[in-house]
């Protein structure tokens, strides 16, 4: 009986200090719960429809009557023979912007971080982080005004070599440009973490390496990269977890029947069988098995830091 009274004494207490921690923070929960019921009713309701992979479906016999199938949409994508196509495209456009993009982002940080006027460098801040708020519309409009075939570009190879090079319309230039236009419009908004964790460097070490004689370079070789290093980390994990997402939006905008043996990736091709040959169930496999792949690299790459003795994003 003594236990019994202890355990409910406990519980009392336990119940007693939730209460006064959600009194004493009811300000930031309420803060946070647009964006917690945005993730629910978004992103984890809709998750029971990835079961459509496994069936038949048909809207006139809806989820509990169509017939279930099991992997078959799966063994028939496996077989499609424009399977490692769309991989190697996939792969190629989203390693060419972990290639680029992302030191890119690095890089970026670590000059603004150099910049001593504070309105000298809010004013940089600003006119990067800008694109990031223009949409894709835009932004592949404002290419085929510079890289169409009467674009401001092929103007001047017509002046000055007598020659018309089809940006849009080619296999060869739709990756640099892809990764182009993800450089000029996200590299901006893609310092704002780093940024932050380069706040965070205790100034004291700075002045410490000066007095030793260490240069600008020295100084962000041995102590600004070292201070952010698993910041960037963190950032390559979320970054690989995404490894199979090629921005549909984008890519659907640039993609024409020119530079189709490139630009046809995976989401694109969930766009093409889903909403243009009403395959849902077969289009929902596609995806299910795009972000299965992210998953397990995310892992990987989560147990790989790990390893080196690095942060982890669990």
Do not use: C
Not at 70 to 84: D, K, L, M, S, V
């Amino acid at each position: 009986m003594a236990y019994v009274s202890i355990d409910k004494q406990s519980m009392v207490k336990t119940s007693s200090l939730r209460k006064q921690s959600l009194k004493k923070h009811l300000w930031l929960y309420m803060l946070a719960a647009p964006g917690v019921l945005y993730f629910i009713i978004f992103h984890y309701v809709p998750m029971w429809g990835v079961l459509l992979a496994f069936q038949e479906y048909s809207p006139y016999q809806g989820f509990f009557k169509s017939d279930w199938v099991g992997f078959e949409h799966f063994q028939r994508f496996f077989a499609e023979p424009t399977f490692f196509q769309l991989l190697k495209n996939t792969l190629l456009i989203s390693f060419y912007n972990l290639f680029f993009f992302f030191p890119f982002t690095i890089i970026l940080a670590l000059l603004l971080n150099e910049v001593h006027s504070v309105i000298y460098k809010r004013f940089v801040q600003t006119v990067v982080y800008l694109p990031h708020f223009v949409s894709w519309v835009i932004i592949v409009g404002i290419s085929f005004i510079f890289f169409g075939p009467t674009g401001v570009f092929n103007h001047y190879l017509d002046i000055w070599f007598d020659k018309n090079l089809p940006f849009l319309m080619s296999n060869e230039w739709f990756r640099p440009l892809i990764v182009l236009q993800h450089i000029w419009k996200d590299a901006g908004w893609g310092t704002i973490i780093l940024l932050a964790a380069l706040a965070g460097i205790n100034p004291e070490l700075y002045e410490a390496v000066t007095v030793d004689g260490a240069n600008r370079w020295h100084r962000i070789w041995y102590i600004t990269l070292p201070g952010i290093r698993s910041t960037i980390v963190i950032l390559l994990i979320l970054r690989l977890g995404s490894v199979m997402d090629s921005n549909f939006q984008q890519v659907f905008l640039m993609w024409n029947n020119f530079n189709e043996d490139v630009s046809n990736v995976f989401d694109l091709y969930v766009y093409k069988v889903g909403l243009q040959r009403f395959e849902f169930s077969f289009s929902i496999a596609v995806g299910l098995f795009n972000s299965v792949v992210g998953l397990i690299l995310m892992l990987l790459a989560n147990y790989m830091a790990k390893l080196f003795k690095e942060e982890g994003i669990f």
